[in-house]
């Protein structure tokens, strides 16, 4: 079973490791031991915390679509030149980067403070872990 130290999961939850303390002291975590001694929350166990914590604002357009992969944000930046455009969108801790043509961009009005939604559907996704199981 994989278990993460409290520094480690702070990393993957994006807070510092007093979040993580405090969370364990409220009973919103549990924590174990490991092999050495060290404090550790089991991976199932923060999995399903982090999915609980993703505050991911709920998509604006009201629209059904078979892409499952909707990333709410911010346009942060957006570089165009005639023809096409890359426009960066900061949706919660994710960047997302899409290269559209300019006269979509100036269509959907998209700018720097916009919200919007960057629609994912990919035939391919790589799922990598670090040295496989834990």
Known sequence: ??????????????????TV???????????????????VVDGAELAAFARAQAAQPDDPSDIGRSARNRFVGLVTEVTSDKVMAQ??????????????????VRELGLKPGVLAVAVVKATTVVVETPGGER
């Open 1 to 18: 079973m994989p278990q993460f130290r409290f520094s480690e999961a702070a990393g993957l939850l994006g807070v510092s490791d007093d």
């Open 87 to 104: 426009v960066e969108i900061q949706a919660g801790p994710h960047r997302v980067v899409s290269l559209m043509s300019t006269e979509a």
């Open 21 to 39: 303390r405090r969370w364990v002291r409220a009973g919103q975590l549990t924590a174990g031991v490991d092999s050495v001694g060290r404090k």
